[in-house]
């Protein structure tokens, strides 16, 4: 059966059950997965999971300044009857590998996944562009992260029959079972514990710390909205770059709880006592916690976003604010006097994150994989 390779910079803990599971998955078949990969960065706010890994192999990543890097994996590469490498430029054993397979034929088929397109340039460049196109049309076959991934590849000249949509997932597990087990009197013990009142209509950011996520702003729309719902407290969970000026920031607001960072059980518990989540810019992967929690979701119009913003549907399971701190906190304001409609939007949210689980994504990378190596 098949060997299946697959590249990656390091192994962010999020990943963890993503291979892990696709490992054994594949392996019902006889296919053999390895995921390759380096050390994280000493400056990673996540922690490695590379050890964790059922199918990992650990290499050294040789960096050319901050802009490319090398793995010596050459030997995987030409024994792989599959070959998967993110789309990103950095990563030099990409076009290796590309070229040796226009040459020579090894790895015997090689793809690509990632975003179709970088969600965070407001201009691409005509060298990045030709660069990024020859490397996605030089490949047996693709894997987008969402349906605007699969849109942009198809825009770069990508057959779509040589496209499959994994729909990204993360594991969130914790956060649905605690969901589904909550009750009225857990949610009011939880919040007792941070000192919120049982009526506050409670309002959850939750993700890093850093300047694209627009701290300030998230701020400043809270404030906004308190004016007009005395009854808004916020919760704040993360750390990162930002988190001395939001401490500044939130000096004398005792409605707004800097909780820092939490994972697993304890995040699961911070997400189910609250109402509503609140992303103004930068939304990633947090829309699945958000969601596994049944909590709609308010998001800026800053098109800063990752692919994952294809899971909002406006007005259904969240709501599209435009990028104005007073537009922000209407939104937060219509949905703290109107709870019949953040009941409505939780019970979308949940349908949501049930077709895009992890499971999904997991199923979805498998019958891609197995479509190709059955070429």
Known sequence: MGKVVILQEHIPHYRIAVWNN??????KVGHQLEVVAGNAPSTAKFVDGMDQLECGVRVKNYWLGNSFYWQPVLSRVMSADLLVVQQELKILVSYAAIISRFLIAKPKRLAVWGHGRNYQELSEGPFRRVVRN????RCDHCFGYTDSSRDALIERGVPPNRITVIYNSINTEAISEARIRSTPQFRRTTRRRLGISEGAFVAVFCSRLHRQKKIPFLIESVLA???????????IIGSGEMEADLKKMAVGLDWVHLVGEQYDSDLADYLIASDVFLM???LGLSIIDAFSAGLP???GDFRNHS???DYLENNVNGVMANPVSSDFADAIVELGKNPALV???SAEAVKTSTRRDLKSMVANFYSGIDTV???
Request: charged share 30%.
């Open 280 to 282: 103004p810019a930068h």
């Open 297 to 299: 979701i308010i998001v």
């Open 134 to 137: 020859w490397m996605v049309r």
């Open 343 to 345: 009941k409505t939007m």
């Open 22 to 27: 696709l490992n054994a998955e594949l392996a």
């Open 373 to 375: 190596l059955d070429r």
């Open 307 to 309: 692919p994952e913003i």
């Open 225 to 235: 909205a308190k004016e007009k719902l005395p009854n808004l407290e916020v919760l």
